[in-house]
């Protein structure tokens, strides 16, 4: 089966850092737009970045400059740096593949962000 895993999540003070990882397996992994998306408690998941086969990245205006997202084709790898963290990146980030030929999207189970002094 399709499966996205992610890691890398946990516990930082506000202005730190923490790198995500998110490993992709059974997908043709260069085909498919990565992204990686979140979910504040009580809030819609939002997108947060993504970057397309050709490596093209797009960021929500709320982390641009913060934030940077990249992939490793041959370790069907994406990653999301988080610098400079605020208290309301609290949420949990979630790792998304959509292949957009074909409609196909696929997500992981989520890893959960806090940032709290």
């Known amino acids: 089966q399709v499966q996205l895993v992610e890691s890398g999540g946990g516990l930082v003070q506000p202005g730190g850092s923490l790198r995500l990882s998110c490993a992709a397996s059974?997908?043709?992994?260069?085909?498919?737009?990565m992204g990686w998306y979140r979910q504040a408690a009580g809030k819609q998941r939002e997108l947060v970045a993504t970057?397309?086969?050709?490596?093209?990245?797009n960021y929500a205006d709320s982390v641009k400059g913060r934030f940077t997202i990249s992939r490793d084709n041959a370790k069907s790898t994406v990653f999301l740096q988080m610098n400079s963290l605020k208290p309301e990146d609290t949420a949990v980030y979630y790792c998304n593949a959509k292949r957009v030929e074909v409609e196909l999207n696929y997500w992981g189970q989520g890893t959960q962000v806090t940032v709290s002094s």
């Open positions: 970057v397309t086969r050709g490596g093209f990245t």
């Open positions: 059974r997908i043709i992994f260069s085909a498919y737009v």
